[in-house]
């Protein structure tokens, strides 16, 4: 690990702790996918607080892979963090007994992402713990995300960082290999893959991201131009709720 990649996970740590000493909670609890990005937020959390303090909750569906279940309950091995696995299967059950309930990929994503929210903060709620969030860089700036689901949190570890950067991050962390190789997926719908649904890769994106950045948000060709677009259309999802202030 070189000073840099020290110093980067010396803040994200000092940052869990502050937050973790100054809420005057008991723990973390996470949600953990068997991807990346909630695997280098909840080795995060371990280092800051210890991974007797941090809970994993895994919170598969019928769409879930079964080899990401083995892969994060590996991963609570690693870190030695008590992780519990809890279908949401039920949950989205009593969904469809609602009156005019209709389902596409779109709809029943969003209840998915909003449904393992929900078991987080009741957990949190419950226990006097702190959500972490698993939301990168990338994911922010074009709102790949769903509001009140898997954007919520009471700390984000990783916001600040693009997802190549999670990779390099990852890199330096004991890591199952299939975990820093598998596509990524919010495995909300069969086959389902991130860089496809967006169409571009995540390099692209990071590179265009960072470009545009640097230029003031002025695009210099098509794949920043398209970047652009979606962030853009997905500014009211950084923004709080429009309302009007009280007088006095």
Known sequence: MDEDTG???????????HAY????STGIVIGLSGGVDSAVAATMCCRAVGGERVRALILPSSVTLPEDIEDAEEICRRLRMECRVISIDPILDAYRTMPGYTESPYLIGNLMARTRMTILYYHANRDRRLVCG??????????YSTKH???A????PIMHLYKTEVYALAETMDLPE???KKAPSAGLWPGQRDEEEIGLTYAEIDAALASLSRSG????????????????A???KRLPPPGLIPPG
Do not use: F, P
């Open 149 to 151: 689901g898997d954007s």
């Open 7 to 17: 110093c980067a996970l010396g803040r994200i740590e000092q940052l869990i702790r």
């Open 234 to 236: 997905s500014e009211h």
């Open 178 to 180: 299939r975990v820093l």
């Open 134 to 143: 698993t939301s990168n860089r990338t994911e922010y700036l074009l709102g």
């Open 21 to 24: 000493w100054s809420s005057g």
């Open 153 to 156: 949190a009471d700390i984000q």
């Open 217 to 232: 948000w002025k695009s210099r060709d098509e794949v920043e131009e398209r970047v652009l677009g979606m962030v853009r």
